[in-house]
Nanobody, 115 residues
């Protein structure tokens, strides 16, 4: 099992920045991609950003140029730097990691962007 603990959410005004962190512990050997998802009220969970173990990244079109995903393999931690935040970025942000055929989820952290 892999345990994921997220931190860094909060309330911010439009145009502001937040940095999310997600630390993995437990059976961390073999963790591959680390990802951030978000779920806005009344909407389905969507993939925001992904990073492979080698550092290749991919982003949803809606956050390209504003969000940056990174990871520290030594600390088994993934980060999401969010700049130029918009009200539509509001939602619960979830960390997700893939290890073999298994997927693990964090508990989620709330991000609220006020206009």
């Amino acid at each position: 099992q892999v345990q994921l603990v997220e931190s860094g959410g909060g309330l911010v005004q439009a145009g502001g920045s937040l940095r999310l962190s997600c630390a993995a512990s437990g059976s961390i050997f073999g963790i591959g991609s680390m990802n951030w998802y978000r779920q806005a009220p009344g909407k389905q969970r969507e993939l925001v950003a992904t990073i492979t173990r080698g550092g290749s990244t991919n982003y949803a079109d809606s956050v390209k140029g504003r969000f940056t995903i990174s990871r520290d393999n030594a600390k088994n931690t993934v980060y999401l730097q969010m700049n130029s935040l918009k009200p539509e970025d509001t939602g619960v942000y979830y960390c997700n990691v893939i290890r073999g055929f298994d997927r693990y989820w964090g508990q989620g952290t709330q991000v609220t962007v006020s206009s």
